[in-house]
């Protein structure tokens, strides 16, 4: 008798954030996230096999054989494996843990947060777990981090992920992150399009200073060209 399959879900139905909000704080924390893996694996000359991906709002599967064993986090970092999107993450195809994870929390998943899913990473060996309120629901000061020491979660006094190398920062309804070797703001997507507009205005700016400047020596007889 041939044994059916095992069947795996990478959806529920539900919706991927409690709110636009979160959801904003969600992807702008995985764009930020995966531009950082792939500029470190530029940095370090790490193939793309081992660059490690981050991944949002997909299934986590902790046990093989068993489609209920798993966990949805908001964000997580995995180093180590191939980079790129999954439709669902199992542990033992992939062989690596995630070793940071992020929930978006609310006030009406506090409970969810802070016990079940807290409880499910530390005992499969996540590295660290952050709680980012964006609305300022019930964590006072917005983000609440914790390490994995010894097998149990201590709150992160610093703000520092030691995993990620990395400095946490709440501006506004979105994690803001510094890098603690340089001291340099990890650019969200709208920060980088303001930049990059930013730096298009200067360079035409100064084109027109030197057309200005040019015409300028022209009126003096001099060729600006010579």
């Known amino acids: 008798m041939q044994r059916q399959a095992i069947i795996y879900p990478t959806a529920d139905g539900e919706p991927m954030a409690e709110t636009e909000m979160h959801l904003w704080a969600m992807v702008t924390t995985l764009l930020v996230l995966r531009t950082y893996l792939q500029t470190l694996?530029?940095?370090?000359?790490?193939?793309?096999?081992?660059?490690?991906?981050?991944?949002?709002?997909?299934?986590?599967?902790?046990?093989?054989?068993?489609?209920?064993?798993?966990?949805?986090?908001?964000?997580?970092?995995?180093?180590?494996?191939?980079?790129?999107?999954?439709?669902?993450?199992?542990?033992?195809?992939?062989?690596?843990?995630?070793?940071?994870?992020?929930?978006?929390?609310?006030?009406?998943?506090?409970?969810?947060?802070?016990?079940?899913?807290k409880d499910i990473y530390a005992r499969l060996g996540v590295l660290e777990y952050w709680l980012f309120d964006p609305k300022g629901e019930w964590i006072k000061n917005q983000l609440l981090g914790y390490r994995l020491i010894e097998g149990v979660y201590q709150p992160i006094i610093d703000a520092c992920s030691t995993v990620l190398g990395l400095r946490l920062a709440v501006e506004g309804a979105v994690i803001s992150f510094y890098r603690l070797d340089l001291g340099e703001k990890l650019l969200s997507p709208d920060e980088l399009v303001r930049t990059r507009l930013q730096a298009e205005q200067r360079a035409v700016q100064a084109e027109q200073r030197a057309e200005v400047l040019a015409a300028r020596l022209r009126e003096l007889g001099i060729d600006p060209d010579a």
């Open 41 to 117: 694996a530029q940095e370090q000359q790490t193939p793309p096999a081992q660059e490690g991906t981050v991944l949002a709002n997909q299934f986590l599967y902790y046990e093989q054989g068993n489609p209920k064993a798993r966990v949805a986090p908001d964000v997580m970092v995995v180093p180590g494996v191939a980079r790129g999107s999954r439709d669902s993450y199992k542990i033992w195809e992939e062989g690596q843990l995630p070793a940071v994870v992020f929930e978006m929390t609310s006030k009406s998943t506090q409970q969810d947060d802070q016990v079940k899913k």
